[in-house]
């Protein structure tokens, strides 16, 4: 810190943005917003498959699917359901109430919010989606899916 700066009292932050830090000021909400809308149009494909429609796929793919492996639909849409509601966390990157609690927290509101609140499941989250991802193209490369897509 440079001598003279002011420090806020809270956090500790200067008032200054660092060199460093400008392009994710100038990109980090556009960002954020396309971290969060990206999971949401999945979402939608997962919950139309769940109520039989055929979002992206062929209706025979969602009847084999479901005659195959009983409940995938509905267990997908449960698993996009819980991304969905991640997707929805990720604003808390750019709001206040990422930092702190807002008032509907009794006890806790106004207080600052534990980084490790965030970082632990994210870093959990991160590692199923990593593990998903491997499987899913481990399954392709073996020729697991007809056709070589994954749906259509």
């Known amino acids: 810190m440079k001598k003279g700066q002011e420090v806020c009292d809270k956090c500790g932050h200067t008032k200054r943005i660092s060199k460093w830090l400008k392009p994710a000021a100038k990109w980090g909400k556009w960002a954020t917003y396309m971290a969060v ?5 999945y979402s939608l494909t997962r919950w139309a498959w769940a109520f039989g429609i055929p979002l ?3 209706k025979q793919f969602l009847i084999d699917g479901e005659r195959d492996t009983p409940g995938i639909w509905l267990f997908g849409a ?18 206040r109430w990422g930092e702190i609690f807002p008032r ?6 106004g207080k600052r919010v534990p980084p490790a609140l965030a970082i632990i499941p994210a870093t959990f989250i991160s590692v199923v989606i990593v593990i998903t991802g491997l499987m899913y193209n481990r399954l392709w490369i073996k020729g697991a899916f007809p056709g070589g897509g994954g749906g259509k």
């Open 78 to 95: 449960a698993l996009r359901t819980v991304g969905a509601m991640g997707a929805v966390l990720t604003l808390g990157l750019i709001s």
């Open 104 to 109: 509907r927290f009794p006890f806790i509101h």
């Open 37 to 41: 809308c990206l999971p949401l149009i």
């Open 56 to 58: 992206g796929v062929s």
